[in-house]
């Protein structure tokens, strides 16, 4: 270990991880290779139980907030001094692999216990954080659990969140086992002396520099807009183009005219996505009367972003207004990038140095809970390699020896901070 001469070297269990990545992917809505883990489905219920245990075989207490974030501490010997935290989440959208955010949940239970091994003896407490609702599915808003630590959305708003189906975050935690107030999810001020979230790196760029690990200094703003659209049906044979107001193509207009504006935004991390899309009635031979778009917009920048929001907004007005439909625009989130702490981010580095690993400052163009740590601690990130850049896909990878680097810089760095 070195945070200190006297110290065994710490190892890592890569086999043993490996095991649990493809142990915790067999946990899925989905047949596999597909990972789906939507937050309080049965497969998330399955899946947290799966990570209480894990919590505890790595030798560590666990508990759990009323919004469902479960916390797996080491205390160390000054317990009254803020802890050093590390986590992510074990949700996974539709359709995804089995790495994004799992390696930075069972990595840190990994990294952790490799210190222990290493007879390490913490002088803060070691915290990881399974953070509940990373990905947006249910609510339409991500980063739920870790929003609510940092006090970054109110519990009312919180509490009136509804899914699809019209169910309320308070009547699913309840069904999930989650008591208690919401607002005493938020961190008291100080609780972590620092937070570092070890994650794939979900892009191209260390597999194709041949550099191990990627040590974030600054994560992009996401912000996300919900857009309804009423226009009016009718029989498509018998109504005739010039009567129609199709709720659909003006849609269609506005997913192209946020391509058009991200383009034009003069940055270029500005990207734009719309993810869902659906109409009604979803019939072949009727005029879609309602369009629902949801729209993804992120930069690393605030300024280049609401230039093409703004611009993203004009143009619907403007097709609406050409089509005679009528429409609501409503954000969803817009919040603000994040910056990773120079010390921390510097300390984390100095990890790669000690163990001969090659790293790489770095932009995360992903949001994580680490967005919200941020607001809140000391915070910086720790990537590691994937296959082409693949996420959010049934086939993203990452090689054991790459996980097992990112845990192995993790460990150090846990260990020099709560050292
Ligand atoms: C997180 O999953 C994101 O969408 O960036
Ligand atoms: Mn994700
Ligand atoms: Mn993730």
Redesign the pocket.
């Known amino acids: 270990m070195s945070t200190s001469n006297s110290e065994p070297k710490i190892t890592i269990d890569s086999a043993g991880l490996a095991r649990r990545i493809d142990e915790l992917a067999l946990i899925s809505e989905a047949p596999a290779p597909v990972v789906t883990r939507v937050l309080f489905s049965e497969a998330d219920m399955r899946g947290r139980e799966y990570v209480r245990r894990a919590a505890r075989e790595a030798g560590l207490a666990v508990r759990e907030d009323p919004v469902g974030n479960i916390f797996a501490r080491w205390d160390g010997s000054e317990p009254g001094l803020p802890a050093v935290g590390s986590g992510s989440h074990t949700d996974a ?1 539709p359709n995804a692999g089995r790495y ?1 955010g799992v390696v930075g949940v069972l990595g840190a239970f990994e990294a952790l216990a490799a210190l222990k091994r290493a007879g390490f003896r913490p002088r803060r407490s070691l915290e990881v954080v399974m953070f509940t609702s ?2 947006p599915t249910r609510f339409g808003l ?1 980063c739920l659990g870790s929003r609510l630590m940092a006090g970054s959305i109110s519990v009312k708003k919180a509490a009136a969140l509804r899914d699809r189906e019209g169910r309320t975050l308070d009547e699913l935690r309840a069904a999930a086992g989650y008591a208690g107030p919401l607002r005493s999810v938020r961190l008291p001020p100080g609780y972590y002396h620092a937070f570092v979230e070890l994650h794939i790196e979900q892009g191209p760029i260390l597999e194709k520099e041949g550099i191990p690990i990627g040590i974030v200094e600054h994560i992009a703003g ?1 912000s996300s807009y919900r857009v309804t659209l009423h226009g009016e049906g009718g029989h498509a044979g018998a109504v005739l183009m010039p009567a129609r107001h199709d709720a659909m193509l003006a849609g269609a207009e506005i997913a192209l005219a946020v391509e058009r504006a991200v383009l034009n935004s003069g940055s270029p991390d500005t990207v734009g996505t719309v993810g869902v899309f659906r109409i009604e009635p979803g019939a072949v031979n009727s005029v879609p009367f309602k369009a629902y778009l949801e729209i993804d917009l992120r930069d690393a920048r605030l300024d280049t972003r609401s230039k093409a929001l703004a611009e993203i907004r004009g143009s619907a007005v403007k097709a609406c207004e050409g089509r005679g439909v009528s429409m609501e625009f409503e954000e969803i989130n817009a919040d603000p990038p994040a910056a990773g702490d120079p010390e921390t981010v510097a300390i984390a580095e100095k990890s790669c140095a000690k163990l001969g690993l090659r790293s790489l400052r770095m932009v995360s163009r ?3 809970d680490s967005l919200f740590m941020a607001r809140v601690s000391p915070t910086t990130m720790i990537f590691i390699p994937c296959r082409n850049g693949w996420s ?1 896909r049934p086939e993203e990878f990452s090689t054991p020896g790459h996980i097992a680097s990112g845990v192995e810089v993790l460990a150090h760095t846990l260990g020099r901070l709560a050292a």
């Open positions: 959208i994004d990373e990905e991500g996401p992903a949001y994580h959010h």
